[in-house]
Nanobody
Framework: QVQLVESGGGSVQAGGSLSLSCTAS????????MAWFRQGPGKEREGVAS???????RYADSVQGRFRISKDNAKNTLYLQMNNLKPEDTAMYLC????????????????????WGQGTQVTVSS
């Protein structure tokens, strides 16, 4: 059974930084695509950053240059370093996994991910 556990959320002032982690378990394949999504109050879920099974990375335009996604394959852990945070980054951040390859063009679409964590809250105050 695939399980994803996020950690690292919290409250920060605008301009601050936070680092999120997502530890995955319950699978043995190395062909894994992973991503971070977020859902703010009253907003639809959106893809934030992804790293597919070949290491191809994509960012949403809204976080490009401020967020950095990385993965430690040995630890089955996905990270999201968030810098220069803005109030509009306030959301529940969720980790997602697809056991297989996701083409870069689709890697920020939640439809392609079958496993999701419970999420970790990020709150940015102005």
């Amino acid at each position: 059974q695939v399980q994803l556990v996020e950690s690292g959320g919290g409250s920060v002032q605008a301009g601050g930084s936070l680092s999120l982690s997502c530890t995955a378990s319950g699978y043995t394949t190395s062909t894994v695509s992973m991503a971070w999504f977020r859902q703010g109050p009253g907003k639809e879920r959106e893809g934030v950053a992804s790293i597919n099974s070949l290491g191809y990375i994509r960012y949403a335009d809204s976080v490009q240059g401020r967020f950095r996604i990385s993965k430690d394959n040995a630890k089955n852990t996905l990270y999201l370093q968030m810098n220069n945070l803005k109030p509009e980054d306030t959301a529940m951040y969720l980790c997602a996994v697809h056991l297989g390859a996701v083409a870069p063009a689709y890697s920020l679409r939640g439809f392609y991910y079958g496993y999701w964590g419970q999420g970790t809250q990020v709150t940015v105050s102005s």
